[in-house]
């Protein structure tokens, strides 16, 4: 067999489809394998390039097969689909990411370390937390005002409610057992919420990075730890604004002819970080359309012309390229630099 120079591998559950070529881009490898001979064959294969697609699974095969020696790209799904020709399958598709892997221009995901995905796992578990915490206070809510009991919105509101639903003597026996049922399970939720959300502060506090983060305006420990956790390496951006078009806050170009036509945000990259981004500006801005605090001119003027939120998602696209400069040079937030003013 000629060397082969790079593998493109579609994975699945239990069947890995492997296309390999050689330095004259003729086919060299063909082959399919069973989940448990996967390590096996590539542990006496020498060292070469492996291309996948990163979906489920893609990190802890990256990991793998980085420990015998190979070099791992991943590849987005949708950056990989226009180089898999028409009637697909598993071969096809092991084809278009070898094709795809070897394009100067393609951009890959970055391999990350078993402790930054258990990591991960704290903003994943919270968020699902948060979900169903709010679901079950719905719920709540939804059968006490079926016997006239309603409460004010928030979260805090809700243990009220129950206080007040137990000492309720015109309710049926029935409802306020069904109610303590619920009750329990939602003080249950908030205890695991603050135990993840411990966890989670712990982790900020031990990073520096995050701490740095966290001097920006409208980031908190929260969009901080996300920052680091989901940017193992931000020197993989050329700029801030490769970073932030990333992360979806740059507008949809649909120029052609010559003539420009910018659309609504891409909302490409990791929508969880979008999310937190923008809700994080939101608040700055509420803060100085109260006349709170003090503000950049930019900020100030911004909010003068354009509605609220569309300066959310500007505000966003702005702090993304700020946190960038700071993950990627190792610099301190400096405030003189926004030139603050107090907001009126």
């Not at 993840?196 to 305006?217: C, F, N, V, Y």
């Not at 949809?252 to 970080?273: F, P, V």
């Not at 001119?297 to 700020?322: F, G």
Request: proline letters at 5%; one cysteine or more.
């Amino acid at each position: 067999m000629r060397e082969i120079i790079r593998i493109g591998m579609d994975t699945s559950k239990h069947i890995f489809v492997l296309h390999g070529v050689d330095a004259a881009e003729q086919v060299v490898l063909r082959k399919k394998l069973s989940r448990k001979q996967v390590l096996d064959f590539f542990a006496k294969l020498p060292p070469t390039v492996i291309g996948m697609e990163a979906c489920g699974g893609s990190q802890h095969w990256a990991r793998e097969l980085g420990k015998l020696g190979h070099e791992v790209k991943l590849m987005a799904p949708q950056l990989v689909k226009p180089y898999v020709m028409r009637n697909k399958n598993d071969g096809r598709d092991a084809e278009g990411l070898c094709e795809a892997m070897g394009r100067p221009s393609m951009r890959f995901v970055p391999v990350k370390t078993a402790e930054q995905q258990a990591a991960l796992m704290l903003t994943g578990i919270r968020d699902g937390l948060i979900a169903r915490r709010t679901q079950l206070g719905n719920t709540i809510r939804g059968h006490a005002a079926e016997f006239g009991l309603i409460a004010a919105k928030g979260v805090d509101k809700v243990e009220p409610l129950l206080a007040r639903i137990a000492q309720d003597e015109t309710l049926p026996a029935l409802a306020r057992e069904l109610f303590v049922v619920l009750g329990r399970e939602y003080a249950r939720l908030e205890g695991e919420l603050g135990e993840i959300e411990a966890k989670l502060m712990a982790w900020h506090r031990s990073d520096a990075t995050g701490r740095r983060l966290a001097q920006i305006p409208s980031i908190g420990p929260i969009i901080a730890t996300m920052l680091v956790m989901k940017t193992p390496d931000p020197l993989a951006f050329r700029s801030g604004r490769h970073f932030a078009a990333w992360l979806g806050l740059t507008p949809q170009d649909h120029s052609t002819g010559g003539k420009t036509r910018l659309g609504k945000i891409t909302r490409a990259g990791d929508e969880d970080l979008r999310r937190l981004l923008v809700i994080g500006a939101t608040a700055v801005i509420q803060q100085a359309r109260r006349g709170r605090g003090h503000h950049s001119r930019w900020l100030l003027a911004l909010i003068q012309r354009k509605p609220p939120k569309l300066a959310a998602v500007a505000l966003a696209n702005k702090v993304a390229r700020i946190a960038w400069k700071l993950m990627a040079t190792g610099e301190s937030y400096d405030v003189a630099r926004m030139n603050p003013i107090p907001a009126t």
